[in-house]
């Protein structure tokens, strides 16, 4: 197979990862200069989803955050990046979780331009979609 092929096939096989996201209302960022123009939006709220192939992001982090979402209480802006994938977009959203290793899956939640919670590959990893859900839900209606 020619690495052209190669690569459009993975690309096919991953798309209905990105898919449960973006279907959901959330905007994938593929440049470093598309997450700066999300990031420089200093008002308001912003969650931002490092998406995998893993396992724990399909079985636990994709639908912990669907069901969330379902909150009545959700963040303005809803962006995600794919590590991985567009990797210069992926490190440079990884320049605004200041002083975090990189984590995938991840979900970070910034308020007026600041961070201010988290849920790393640590926290998901192992537990369920609905112990995800329960978590962002708390953070939603802490900061949102």
């Known amino acids: 197979m020619s690495m052209s092929l190669e690569l459009d096939f993975y690309a096919m096989m991953i798309q209905p990862m990105r898919d449960e996201l973006t279907q959901i209302g ?28 893993c396992g724990c992001a399909g079985g636990i982090a994709r639908p912990g955050i669907a069901m969330a979402l379902e909150n009545e209480r959700r963040p303005d802006n809803l962006v995600t990046v794919f590590a991985g994938q567009e990797k210069e977009a992926t490190a440079r959203a990884r320049e605004y979780f200041k002083n975090n290793p990189p984590s995938s899956p991840s979900v970070w939640l910034f308020k007026d331009g ?23 839900k708390e953070m939603f209606n802490t900061y949102c």
């Not at 593929?30 to 308001?44: A, C, F, R």
């Not at 600041?114 to 978590?135: C, F, K, M, P, Y």
Request: aromatic share 2%.
């Open 26 to 53: 959330f905007r994938e960022l593929k440049t470093p200069e598309e997450v700066d123009s999300v990031m420089d939006n200093k008002s308001g709220t912003t969650l931002v989803v490092v998406n995998s192939v």
């Open 114 to 136: 600041q961070l201010v919670n988290q849920l790393h590959r640590s926290d998901i990893e192992g537990t369920s979609a609905q112990h995800v859900a329960g978590r962002l």
